[in-house]
């Protein structure tokens, strides 16, 4: 399969595909496969219209009737995940370019199961970062402590060669700005490992409905730092297109993989200039 930068959309199952991209083609990947929580992930939509007697109450004590919409869903389950990852993993190796990083999203389930894994594909001096996305958002379970963050894993294909872009970071505020002086609570510091940030409101702008949907702006950190504008980012886990509406905006190509049809015309209407390619 040929490949330049630009937006492509395909529908399928992603060992396949990635079987098929060329060798070195591209220079990040940053994917959220399904955490194996044995569930089935939905998110049901609600439509509210404004009316005196509803059922709900809203800002200024306006009242508002709701109506179910349309409900997205995927099975999040898989008896053996290491083997479901193992071939995925070991062709995005292939895949990557010598300067390229993988950036693997996951949570507490499974990452120590996966970093073995990926020590065993990428080498153990590849292992670059263990990134924390915290955040401080839904239930709040009373026998054990409450779990507010996903791991990001961050391996290289060559330690002499990625790609990190420092200076194209975006700056977060000191915690004690009066301990710095003014000039650098001015400019902001550089994130840590652990990145502090909200998951995508209810209410958001960005918001798809598609369960498990990630921040925009997540995704644009790592594509800034991990890659070059023309450049090509590859998400085999695409689900609500996150990775392509970031990559779009920030000047880069973008592959996104997706089995799923309802993730795929979620996709397309949020990334209406893609290309779709479908069985």
């Known amino acids: 399969m040929s490949l330049e930068p630009a937006g492509r959309i395909i529908e399928g199952d992603n060992l396949p595909v990635l079987r098929a991209l060329p060798s070195e083609s591209a220079q990040l990947v940053y994917s959220d496969p399904p955490f194996n929580t044995g569930n089935v992930r939905a998110y049901q939509r609600i439509h509210t ?8 109450v809203g800002f200024g004590g ?5 109506a179910p919409g349309e409900s997205l869903s995927y099975a999040d ?9 193992t071939p995925r993993l070991a062709e995005i190796w292939r895949v990557l370019r ?7 999203h996951l949570d507490a389930r499974e990452v120590h199961y996966v970093k073995v894994l990926l020590d065993s594909i990428f080498g153990r001096d590849c292992f670059l970062n263990e990134i924390i996305w915290a955040y401080d958002y839904g ?6 402590w409450p ?9 290289v294909k060559d330690r002499e060669r990625y790609i990190f872009n420092r200076d194209a970071i975006d700056r977060i505020p000191y915690l004690a700005p009066g301990l710095v002086g003014k000039e650098k609570a001015e400019r902001g510091k550089l994130p840590t490992d652990v ?10 702008r960005e918001r798809t409905g598609y369960p498990t949907q990630k921040p925009v702006a997540l995704a644009e950190r790592i594509i800034r730092a991990s890659s070059d504008p023309g450049e090509l980012v590859l998400d085999p886990f695409a689900g609500s297109g996150t990775v392509g509406a ?13 089995e799923n049809p309802e993730a795929v015309e979620v996709m397309r209407q949020r990334l209406p200039e893609a290309e779709v390619v479908r069985p």
């Open 62 to 66: 306006r009242r508002y009737r709701s």
């Open 49 to 56: 219209t404004q009316d005196k007697d509803g059922d709900r």
């Open 147 to 155: 779990a507010k963050h996903d791991n990001i894993l961050v391996y």
């Open 77 to 85: 389950a898989f008896e053996e995940y290491i083997d479901f990852l």
């Open 139 to 144: 239930g709040r379970p009373r026998r054990r």
């Open 98 to 104: 010598s300067d390229g990083s993988l950036y693997l």
């Open 246 to 258: 970031a990559a779009a905006g920030l000047g880069r190509g973008y592959l996104l993989i997706d």
């Open 195 to 204: 990145w502090w940030h909200t998951i995508v409101g209810t209410n958001a």
